[in-house]
């Protein structure tokens, strides 16, 4: 005779729900991933800055073996100074750099997150990454801010920059510090000098 058990019943059906649950969201949380990654490489797949670049960057610049080039974006905006006396000599008063303020722009012209103070690089899915300088190259263009690698040391979200592991500044156009202008009677001035580069994306395949 066939019995029926109500708690095992119960059991399997709560479990078989959960698992549901668990592979919904998982799916979800892929789609909302990949979602970002198109929207930042602007559906023309993956960056090609190693390809585009690998002859001229400088090798200070190269990140560690394992890295792979995720994306790339275009940033215009402005590297912002302000006018202030240097820390060894109070008389004497300098261009002292504040923060970078840019929009990222992907393949297709679209706007696809925010570059601002930290140095943090913020998509529009939530996701950003906070990074360190490690290297410094000077720009071919001596009129031009330096080029650099950046060692990601801080996440928030979950979308395209969350993995993000290195970040290299390159083919930099502007944004240096005037030449003169900042003296005691400009303290505290703020100038905002536009700029243009292009940042790389990386992350470890280890």
């Known amino acids: 005779m ?19 649950t668990i592979s919904r969201r998982t799916l979800l949380r892929g789609l909302g991933i990949f979602a970002a990654f198109a929207m930042m490489v602007g559906f023309a797949g993956a960056a090609t800055a190693q390809g585009t670049y690998a002859a001229t960057v400088p090798d200070n610049l190269t990140p560690p073996d394992g890295s792979v080039l995720l994306f790339e974006l275009q940033a215009d905006g402005v590297q912002i100074y302000t006018c202030e006396a240097k820390p060894d000599d109070a008389t004497a008063f ?57 060692e990601a040391k801080d ?13 290299q500044r390159l083919n930099t156009v502007g944004g240096v510090a005037p030449a003169d202008g900042c003296d005691p009677s400009h303290a505290g001035d703020e100038v905002r000098q536009p700029y243009q580069a292009t940042y790389a994306f990386y992350y470890a395949t280890a």
């Open 2 to 20: 066939r019995t029926h058990d109500p708690a095992t019943t119960s059991t399997d059906n709560s479990f078989h729900c959960s698992v549901t």
């Open 94 to 150: 300098v261009w002292t750099f504040k923060a970078p303020e840019a929009e990222l722009i992907n393949s297709q012209g679209v706007v696809a997150g925010h570059h601002f103070g930290g140095p943090t690089w913020e998509g529009f899915d939530g996701s950003s990454v906070v990074g360190n300088v490690l290297e410094r190259a000077d720009s071919p263009d001596s009129g031009s801010i330096p080029w650099l690698l950046l």
């Open 155 to 167: 996440h928030a979200g979950t979308g395209a920059f969350s993995t993000i592991t290195y970040v």
